[in-house]
């Protein structure tokens, strides 16, 4: 242990030349571009999980990077608990690393606060709270008067409540990284320093050929860890990483007294509404901030001459926090600062990492933008060497997956988000705040007129799309709060539209899959668990992964024989190209066409009569069932109509050329006129769908459950055979260990946003997946996973919500139209 990790770091930051000269393997099975802290960790887990011949190189010596300048400050909060899990993997891991590798990593497991100082904090940190609980993280409340006994220099005053992490800590984060290199060494994983990576290329037989200056590696696998270089390594695949690095600071003061005569060390924290963050350093203080206007650094590429550098200090960029920082700890206000440190690091486009496969390559594995990386090194390596190995991550890593981006995510726009993730490091986003930077990226031809009508716009997977209709674009505004706000009557308004008359939707964002060719029909009925349709029909089917995992719920359609199309989560359609394409056979083609079809979907008792007025095709009761579908006109343009609806009321989607949606929108608007037709948004969407008990991917359906728990075994063909299907099998005969269910809460003013806690007699039993107002029946409503014992219908449980508990009552059918007759008449 060292007792102080800034100037082991900085000042004794080490090197080690054991590589230098040593001859580079002419193969490897995998190479790893860079020796920073994410890299290390990688090449620590391949080797560690037992693959052989694994290789790191790096240009300089290990920590080249903007691993040496860290702060080194460990913390498990994170918006997603999927990577809060991963937080507490990796500094769990720490303790492993040096022993393996009798190298120290400087940890100082302090503990650490965290600090509200108004309610909405409290707020945020009551539901960071609730996730804790059933994620068996170790944080408790504190009293405020405890603050002061736990860390004498913060003046308790200025605040409202503390929340306590006994997992936060400090470390060197020199000693960490090479902590990992030579803990990888004792399980065969090699280094080699000052072998810099100079082109990256696929040859005819599928590996890669990574060229140095001292020769080149024939590789199966190659991992893009460069870092504060990740978009130069990229581009000498062709890649456009949307990640930046940007400037940050963090000051050193002199001695405090009051430090120096502990007698101990003194715990860390974080203060979300001064947007700092401080720990002991030695016997003064380390405080980092980030600024609210944050600074890119070097947007046009990283100079390969860069190295252990620091920027110029720009202290009046930080004053404003600075200025909070002392009136909170005034002790920091007294002490000298003895180092301003200004270094750069790597932000992704939403703060979080992406790593995995890139879709569209083969083998090539990226962990670039981890701006957390003492953090979440650990948990990175961990998952992606899973990856690499068992070809699926051990837990559902969507929050940190590459593939949740597409090629909309231009290296300008990782800018522009970058920056604005930067500035929001420590700032709450609400459930329902949409962020107002890289916005219009991709819009639809109905835009203007949507936003002309009060459309209050959201966007996915890079598309605006509408969320609720207000009464004007004057009115399209919302504040951003836990609780319900003005939009809650607009969408009440949409939602009776829908179930008294007709509405519509646009769909544009719904992913689009193409499947064409001979084989299509039997690479279908394998990689889906469910039934492939006959032509002119469709259907909903799970897919799995080998695992038996949940990796897509999809509606298929036969437009003919060897032709078919498959409708999915817009979010996913880069993580669903990704995996089509692995292994395609050569008797069928495949596109992810979602780009190329737009559309309108229309709801509600009415929308037959609509469709009829603006279609020759009988689309009568008896002639155009539920789940048939046509190629035919609407609205005298060419679409697909699919007789299908996510409303629960009866309904078609009308998928359209985007040069022809202008068109069909004003024919359904002009044929609805007299019918009451209004246009609705996802809001309305998601609300109806909970009366319904339907999940949604990314929420309830997710790689995190199997078929049996989430109840999307009830669509999967036993009769054939499938991807996943002897683990599907073996969890069936199994039985689940938690439910998906659908839950009635008694609550006024305020619903679930996801994530909390429920409990049973007190005890965590499950979380909360999505919920929400369901306006057709007048209620609060969520869906969750809860232990399957405490998953029976009419079970009241507890859900936490902002601190307080609420009675929630387990549904044993939905709670709207229970017998589907609605949508299916
Ligand atoms: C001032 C500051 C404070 C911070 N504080 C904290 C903190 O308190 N806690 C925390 O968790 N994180 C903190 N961070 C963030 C943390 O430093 C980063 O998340 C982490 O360093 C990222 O590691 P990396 O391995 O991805 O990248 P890097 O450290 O940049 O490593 C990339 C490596 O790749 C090498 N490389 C690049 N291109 C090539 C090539 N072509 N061939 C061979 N090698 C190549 C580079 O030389 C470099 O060594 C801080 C960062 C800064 C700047």
Known sequence: MTDDNLVQSTLNKQTDDSSRGKPLPSHAKAVIIGGGVVGCSILFHLSKFGWKDVILLERNELTSGSSWHAAGQIHTISSDPNISRLQSYTIGLYKEIEELSGQSVGLHMTGGFYLASNKTWYDYLKRERSKARYMGLHQEWIDLKEIADRHPLIDPKHYYAALWDDQDGDLDPSGTTYAFAKAARTFGGQYFTHTPVIGTTMRPDGQWEVKTERGTVIAEHVVNCGGLWAREVGHMAGLNFPVQPMEHHYLITDRIDEIANAGRRLPCGIDYEANIYFRQERDGMLLGTYEPVGTPWKVGGTPWEFGHELLPPKLENIADRLELAFERVPALAEAGIKDAINGPFTFGPDGNPMIGPVPGMRNYWCAVGVMAGFCQGGGVGLTL???????????????????????????????????????????????????????????????????????????????????????????????????????????????????????????????????????????????????????????????????????????????????????????????????????????????????????????????????????????????????????????GVPVILNRISFSGELGYEIYCKPQYLLRLAEAVEEAGADLGYRWYGARALMSMRLEKGWGVWTLEFRPDFNAVESGMDAFINWNKDFVGKAAAEEQRAKGPARKLVTMVIEVDGIDVSGDEAVLQDGAAVGYVSSGGYAHRTGQSMAMGYVATEAATPGTVLSVEILGEMYPATILGAPAYDPNGGNMRG
């Open 385 to 635: 060497a899973e990856w690499m190995i068992d070809g699926e991550p051990s837990i559902d890593v969507w929050a940190m997956d590459v593939a949740r981006f597409g090629d909309w995510a231009t290296p300008d726009w990782g800018t522009v988000k970058s920056t604005e993730n930067y500035e929001r490091r420590f700032v709450m986003t609400f459930p329902n705040e949409t962020l107002p930077k890289g916005r219009l990226q991709k819009t639809t031809a109905l835009y203007d007129r949507l936003v002309a009508k009060g459309a209050r716009m959201g966007q996915g997977f890079g598309l605006e799309n509408a969320l609720w209709f207000a009464d004007g674009p004057e009115d399209a505004h919302e504040e951003p709060t836990f609780e319900r706000n003005r939009s809650h009557d607009y969408v009440a308004r949409e939602v009776k539209a829908v179930q008294e008359a007709v509405g519509g939707i646009e769909i544009a964002n719904f992913a689009k899959h193409e499947f064409k060719g001979a084989g299509a029909r039997a690479y279908l009925d394998r990689i889906l668990a469910g039934y492939v349709p006959k032509p002119g029909r469709l259907t909903l089917t799970p897919m799995l992964t080998p695992k038996g995992r949940l990796y897509g719920d999809l509606t298929v359609a036969c437009l003919a024989e060897d032709h078919f199309m498959l409708f999915g989560s817009g979010a996913m359609q880069e993580a669903h190209r990704r995996w089509f394409t692995r292994d395609l056979p050569a008797d069928l083609t495949y596109a992810n066409v979602s780009d190329d079809w737009h559309g309108i979907a229309l709801s509600g008792p009415k929308s037959r009569a609509l469709l009829q007025r603006i279609t020759r095709e009988d689309v009568s009761v008896e002639a155009f069932k539920f789940r048939d579908l046509r190629q035919t006109f609407v609205g």
